[in-house]
């Protein structure tokens, strides 16, 4: 007998800046079968309930810079929450940096060493058995964009990769949320976007930078899709061992969300 279609996996997208959206995510997401629900500012609800996976993007501020950001409270309010109720988590960026806040970490501001454009990212030991990061290449490029970084990790994370200027490049938290501080969402073509002028006065060049983007993408976007399939196998699994009442209850959370 054929088994049945595969139920829909609910996914909220949280959006911190217009300029660091889900990118290349949805496509890969909705391939899988997941419907996603994006939002931003005061749409982003205080709790992951009714949903299967959440993922926090970046933006250019930190975690905690609530007069700047101000739905960031409720944003963190979100991550414990997810955490504490086991709920698969993907914070990039921004996202990693207010996952390991939350959790007991330390980032730093301004850190003084800025990565822009393609890095390599390096796998540690400690990753051979993550269900996310395990099956990438023990190198891989990835587009980074920050300044600020962690320092600290949280009691009990696992610390995954590294890249040369930023030690903490992923980590785990429990068995199901995970912080990087790199962009497999990105593709080469963002960098289009990228001020040049800006990037000159930390002494960067637009121009090498989207070159050599442009030359890493096959196998950057290689292991942002090994990536991503990963996190969805841990969404899946973790959705279909949990009781159907309990994922359909509450529904999605209401609030104003929007589609990118």
Same mark, same amino acid.
């Given at each position: 007998m054929a088994d049945g279609p595969r139920p829909s996996l609910e996914v909220l997208v949280v959006v911190n800046d217009p300029g660091s959206g889900p990118g290349r995510f949805p496509a890969w997401l909705e391939g899988h079968g997941a419907r996603l629900t994006t939002v931003? !500012?005061? !749409?982003?609800?205080?709790? %992951?309930?009714?949903?299967?996976?959440?993922?926090?993007?970046?933006? !250019?501020?930190?975690?905690?810079?609530?007069?700047?950001?101000?739905?960031? %409270? /409720?944003? /963190?309010?979100?991550?414990? /929450?997810?955490?504490r109720d086991g709920v698969p988590v993907l914070g990039i960026c921004l996202g990693a940096q207010l996952l390991a806040l939350v959790s007991g970490g330390t980032v730093v501001a301004d850190s003084g060493r800025p990565e822009r454009g393609s890095v390599m990212i390096r796998r540690l030991p400690e990753s051979a058995a993550d269900p996310v990061l395990g099956g990438l290449p023990d190198e891989f490029p990835a587009i980074q964009h920050h300044r600020d970084e962690i320092v600290t990790l949280p009691p009990g994370a696992v610390h995954l990769a590294s890249s040369e200027r930023c030690p903490v490049q992923a980590f785990r938290l429990g068995e199901a949320a995970w912080g990087l501080q790199f962009h497999p969402e990105v593709a080469a073509e963002r960098l289009d976007r990228w001020d040049a002028t800006r990037l000159a006065a930390e002494g960067a060049d637009l121009d090498e930078l989207r070159a050599t983007a442009a030359a890493a993408e096959p196998a950057s976007s290689a292991a942002a899709r090994a990536l991503l399939?990963?996190?969805?196998?841990?969404?899946?699994?973790?959705?279909?061992?949990?009781?159907?009442?309990?994922?359909?209850?509450?529904? %999605?959370?209401? !609030? %104003?969300?929007?589609?990118?």
């Open positions: 931003a !500012g005061d !749409g982003i609800p205080d709790s %992951p309930a009714g949903y299967d996976a959440v993922l926090l993007l970046g933006g !250019g501020f930190m975690p905690d810079d609530d007069e700047r950001a101000p739905w960031l %409270p /409720r944003e /963190r309010l979100l991550a414990r /929450r997810a955490l399939d990963g996190f969805v196998a841990v969404v899946r699994a973790r959705a279909a061992a949990r009781p159907a009442e309990a994922r359909v209850s509450s529904g %999605p959370a209401s !609030g %104003p969300g929007w589609r990118r």
